[in-house]
């Protein structure tokens, strides 16, 4: 039995090590089963993110408390949204309010020495103010310090007219924006992406989503997809089921999720519209479906299936409902992961003995070995610039979440954690969520992809498992 609930969120996932391990043999789904009904959760809490190494090695920064212009407390710690996004984005430290040498809320106000003296080389700051209409009018700034200190916040250059006039470069952002209560979380997670692309380059990914999988022994309907907040805030279930759940995968635009259920007794390859619940069955094979994943177009799903008595990989075209086989042979192949061109896919294979990644070129079929080091790897996944490999490594030391460089082969070990397994890359690849253990639960976790910082967001009402982490909302 199943139910859907009709709320809303996005995500992407790999099956778990576990299951994984599982899938190289012909008898997979029958001891994935007895596997998994043995697994137990405590009561319903949200996820809340705690970190746990890096911080001290990232760059500070200033993000003052924005000033509240009207009565009673400011609905939303704005500011609080902003420097929590900065700190788990692993690159920043933001400063606690006890060690700033100053509260200003505009840039004329600003001790720009001050602020060097502490090694700071930009603030945030702003003011909230309520509207006649129920709405909140926010104003903030991301100010250059080491510019305003050389111009005394004095800038200017010449005009259009060839006379010098005043140019504000030391102002970096200089916004205003109008937003209903419910939107000022929201908001602030917008600020932070604004200030992260403004200082990095790259794009922030704190408006975005995750996708997991929660195993609740104790509810009557066990097997729960859920959504949250990339942070783990404004939880919500989307479906639950008397029997297991695995594998959401997100679609480009972010509105569906597809996904494996054993709610009909074997597992099948379903889509769902996250905002209307409305599903379709994709796939309902004899034995094995499962690892669905969207092409980077949304117009077809790599998935693997068992047609052949191996477990094989197959592109279902969403439109056309053409079905058609990419690998072959007595070996099995899964774990598809589309490269971000959309001209070949990654998989893991057993084919030299042991799992190791390969890759597979669409046009003509042929596949090649793309990890040597370790004794396994599994569960590749692509940075979205194609550059790195992101997987679970198999060594002495256990199984732990690896990056390879694709041009160098060289490997980095992330993640000194135990039983990490199904990474998913944010959608700008500076971070990577996967399913660790800690506390004797399974709990997700965050790496940055320097692995310098991590950070874990525990629940309390059970085994959280096979993360997704959404594209751009």
Avoid at 134 to 147: A, T
Avoid at 298 to 310: D, E, F, H, I, Q
Avoid at 413 to 433: F, H, Y
Wanted: aromatic residues 8%.
């Amino acid at each position: 039995m199943m139910e859907v609930s009709p709320c809303g969120g996005t995500n992407h996932v790999t099956n778990t090590r576990q299951d994984r391990l599982r899938t190289w043999q012909v008898a997979a789904v029958v001891i994935l089963l007895a596997c998994l009904s043995l697994l137990t959760q405590p009561a319903h809490a949200a996820l809340k993110l705690v970190i746990t190494e890096g911080v001290n090695t990232a760059r500070p920064i200033g993000v003052i408390p924005f000033q509240w212009k009207g009565q009673g407390e400011m609905p939303e710690d704005i500011a609080g949204v902003v420097g929590s996004d900065l700190r788990r984005s692993g690159k920043f430290n933001p400063l606690s309010v006890s060690d700033m040498p100053q509260t200003p809320y505009k840039d004329a106000d600003v001790d720009y020495n001050a602020w060097t003296s502490l090694g700071v080389d930009a603030v945030v700051t702003g003011t909230v103010t309520p509207t006649s209409d129920g709405r909140y009018q926010i104003d903030y700034q991301l100010i250059d310090i080491v510019r305003g200190q050389l111009t005394g916040g004095d800038s200017k250059g010449l005009g259009a007219d060839g006379q010098l006039v005043q140019t504000d470069d030391h102002l970096l952002v200089n916004n205003r924006a109008t937003v209903k209560e419910s939107d000022l979380r929201r908001y602030s997670h917008r600020i932070a992406n604004i200030v992260y692309e403004q200082l990095t380059g790259e794009k922030g990914a704190f408006l975005t989503r995750i996708a997991y999988v929660v195993i609740d022994k104790e509810n009557d309907y066990p097997y729960q997809l859920r959504l949250s907040d990339y942070d783990g805030y404004n939880e919500r279930l989307i479906l639950r089921s008397k029997q297991p759940l695995m594998s959401p995968s997100w679609s480009p635009d972010g509105r569906q999720l597809a996904y494996v259920s054993f709610e009909n007794g074997q597992a099948e390859i379903f889509v769902m519209d996250i905002y209307t619940g409305e599903r379709e069955k994709i796939s309902s094979y004899p034995r094995h479906n499962g690892s669905p994943q969207f092409s980077p177009d949304g117009s077809k799903l790599a998935m693997v299936l068992s047609k052949t008595g191996s477990l094989q990989l197959y592109i279902f075209d969403l439109k056309s409902k053409k079905l058609t086989q990419i690998t072959h042979g007595r070996a099995n192949s899964t774990e598809p992961f589309w490269d971000p061109d959309g001209n070949s896919l990654i998989y893991t294979s057993d084919r030299g003995g042991k799992p190791q990644i390969y890759r597979v070129n669409l046009d003509d079929g042929t596949s090649r070995r793309i990890t040597w080091e370790g004794n396994q790897n599994m569960g590749g996944q692509l940075t979205p610039d194609g550059r790195h490999l992101i997987m679970v490594n198999q060594s002495a030391s256990g199984y732990n979440i690896a990056k390879q460089d694709l041009n160098s082969g060289a490997v980095q070990i992330l993640t000194k954690t135990l039983l990490d397994e199904s990474p998913s890359i944010a959608p700008n690849g500076s971070m990577v969520i996967y399913s660790s253990v800690y506390g004797r639960k399974n709990v997700l976790s965050l790496v940055s992809i320097d692995g310098r910082f991590k950070a874990r967001l525990p629940a309390t009402n059970g085994r959280v498992r096979a993360p997704a982490w959404s594209p751009y909302l």
